[in-house]
């Protein structure tokens, strides 16, 4: 089983949809908590950080529940230009000065 | 423009022919690492540095070599590449060692071995 799991994709929206992106780890000592964005093989930057009160930038929310072992990103009125895939990281405190766990990722396409 | 830099990005090579793959950051960061990206498998780290002269196995190091003599530079060798090594390379780096600092990846570099 993977460190880090999340949704299938792709997901295939309308524009002006929302969407949710839900993510699992399964190792309890995860300390930090993040959401990248990857444009078609291009490099991954960073979208947000997750705090554990759950935290909003624009259009973005993303929510942290410790106990279940799960993060999610829903994203409110899709524009094109949010079609890429969504990675889900994780890192561990004292793991490696930082190594970041990624997700396989999910693939979201708007459409017009 | 604060940045981190990958060449070449794009590599078409022959099995057992040493490579390197080049990556330099201005933006001053102590901490550098190497990761793949592979269908199926998602990101995995190879080596990481977390300083000049300090580096250390990721995930998958075998068949890798890294070296870090100066804070801006971080290369990424095969000695004697095969195709199983093919695949797509990040370089990133961040400041400090806190694990909550943002990480910044450079471009990429596509590897094929033949």
């Known amino acids: 089983r993977k460190e880090v799991e999340q949704d299938p994709g792709p997901f295939n929206v309308p524009e002006g949809a929302t969407v949710a992106f839900n993510c699992t780890y399964s190792?309890?000592?995860?300390?930090?908590f993040f959401w990248y964005r990857q444009d078609c093989r291009k490099e991954p930057k960073l979208l947000m950080s997750?705090?554990?009160s759950g935290n909003e930038d624009g259009r973005f929310t993303a929510q942290l529940n410790r106990a279940s072992q799960y993060i999610s990103l829903l994203i409110r009125d899709s524009k094109l230009s949010d079609s890429a895939t969504y990675l889900c990281?994780?890192?561990?405190?004292?793991?490696?000065?930082?190594?970041?766990?990624f997700g396989q990722g999910t693939e979201l396409s708007v459409k017009p | 423009e604060a940045q981190v830099t990958q060449n070449p990005r794009y590599l078409i090579t022959v099995t057992g022919k040493k490579l390197t793959v080049t990556c330099s950051q201005n933006?001053?960061?102590?901490?550098m690492s190497w990761y793949r990206q592979d269908p199926g498998l998602g990101l995995r780290q190879i080596y990481y540095?977390?300083?000049?002269?300090?580096?250390d196995k990721g995930d998958v190091p075998e068949g890798y070599k890294v070296s870090r003599k100066e804070k801006r530079n971080f290369p990424l060798i095969l000695e004697s590449p095969s195709p199983n090594q093919t695949s797509l390379y990040f370089c990133?780096?961040?400041?400090?060692?806190?694990?909550?600092?943002?990480?910044?990846f450079g471009p990429g570099t596509r590897l094929t071995v033949l």
């Open positions: 990133a780096s961040k400041t400090g060692t806190e694990i909550y600092n943002e990480q910044f």
């Open positions: 190792n309890s000592a995860s300390q930090s």
């Open positions: 997750v705090y554990s």
């Open positions: 990281v994780v890192t561990r405190v004292y793991n490696q000065g930082g190594k970041l766990i």
């Open positions: 933006m001053n960061h102590e901490y």
């Open positions: 540095s977390m300083n000049v002269e300090v580096t």
